[in-house]
Each structure stands twice: as C-alpha cells, then as structure tokens.
C-alpha cells in the first residue's frame, strides 16, 4: 500500500567520534579532514533515515542533491531530518526535504531526495 502524506517527517540525532571518522576516511582513502566530519557520513544519516524509516526499508533512491552550508565539528551532535514534500501515487514516487543541523542550530547541510517507494517492506 502506497501511503504517505505531505508533512510526515523523520529526523535521527548522531554524534560522530574521532575513531569513527578516521575509520570512514581509511575506507574511502580521502584525505583527513581535520575536526570536521565528512560529508558522506552527513549524507549517509538522510540515507539512513530514507532506508528505514521514511519512506522505509524498500525504498529506492532515484536523485539526491546535497548542499553543504557549513563545518560539522567531530563530538557534536547532528541533527538529520527529512520531510515529504510531495507524493505522486500514480508514479509511486516520494520527493522530500533533507536538512541537517548542528547542536547550535547551525544548518549544515540541506537538499531534495527523490525516492521510488513500489518495493515496501
């Protein structure tokens, strides 16, 4: 059953360690990033959230565009959050709002994800 809504959202909150970056940058081989946390683990938090809670397991990604605004310090709490903001039943598609924030407020990264979501688990 297609059933989302305009408005439904989801957010998760995560704090990423030293190790964790470092791990994450030996993986990738880029360069060390300093204090900062790399956009793909900021990136993977919104694919978290699509894949298992909004839309959900099943959901498969068709577009995704990612605007970094600011720094992310290592230790600090973020803040992923995603809203649909439109919902083609017809065409089993999902578009939605992606926006990450630090502890502070602080808006470090925002988008638009375009979701297919035929294949719910």
């Keep these: 059953m297609f059933d989302f809504a305009v408005g439904q959202s989801a957010s998760i909150r995560r704090t990423f360690r030293r190790d964790e970056v470092a791990e994450f940058v030996a993986l990738v081989g880029g360069p060390d990033p300093g204090g900062s946390v790399p956009g793909g683990l900021i990136g993977g938090l919104f694919s978290q959230l699509l894949g298992t809670s909004l839309p959900g397991r099943g959901t498969n990604w068709m577009?995704?565009?990612?605007?970094?605004?600011?720094a992310a310090t290592v230790g600090e709490e973020l803040t992923a959050w995603v809203e649909i903001v439109r919902v083609r039943p017809d065409k089993q598609l999902v578009n939605l709002r992606v926006v990450c924030h630090a502890a502070s407020g602080?808006?470090?990264?925002?988008?638009e994800a375009l979701?297919?979501?035929?294949?719910m688990a």
């Design 106 to 111: 602080v808006v470090v990264c925002e988008g």
């Design 115 to 119: 979701v297919l979501a035929r294949e």
């Design 63 to 70: 577009k995704q565009t990612l605007r970094f605004r600011s």
